[in-house]
């Protein structure tokens, strides 16, 4: 797992965990656990994440906008799929390589009842659909991921 992965995912977990109420008080958390983050980087972790600054009761705090945060994940699912193609029962989707698992993810994560589950590899996903009559529609959704959701 890459270092912006670990931290971003420690960003996530803080965020849930922790109250957090400034920039200052979050880099001060990474730093305590040896992520050291500069001002900047941690504001682009941010908006890549979907956090927002919202006020509650007890004051400010920064929390994780569950919609914000999946389009952002959706523009990125939109570069990371490369091809479709399917045949009369499954759909194959190649990924660039290593990003299937995540692609997989997100595909299963859009809960469509069309998509019994996914399967992936390093740069292969593997879409099981409930039935021979949701492949088109199924293979029409995944590239409009494709195309639309880059910016």
């Known amino acids: 797992m890459s270092s912006k992965l670990k931290r971003l995912n420690r960003i996530k977990e803080l965020l849930t965990e922790e109250v957090i109420t400034s920039h200052e008080s979050l880099l001060q ?7 050291e983050v500069t001002q900047a980087t941690l504001s682009r972790d941010f908006a890549e994440l ?9 004051g400010p705090r920064y929390i994780l906008d569950t919609q914000e945060s999946g389009r952002q994940v959706a523009k990125l699912i939109g570069f990371e799929i490369m091809n479709v193609d399917y045949n009369e029962s499954l759909i194959v989707v190649r990924t660039l390589a290593g990003r299937a698992q995540g692609v997989a993810h997100y595909i299963d994560r859009l809960n469509d009842k069309q998509i019994l589950g996914t399967v992936a590899g390093d740069d292969t996903v593997l879409v099981i659909p409930n039935s021979r009559k949701s492949i088109p529609d199924l293979v029409q959704l995944i590239k409009k991921m494709m195309t639309e959701l880059k910016f």
Do not use: D, K
């Not at 958390?29 to 992520?35: D, F, K, V």
């Not at 979907?50 to 007890?58: A, F, L, S, Y």
């Open 29 to 35: 958390l990474l730093a305590e656990e040896g992520i």
């Open 50 to 58: 979907g956090v927002i600054r919202t006020i509650t009761e007890n």
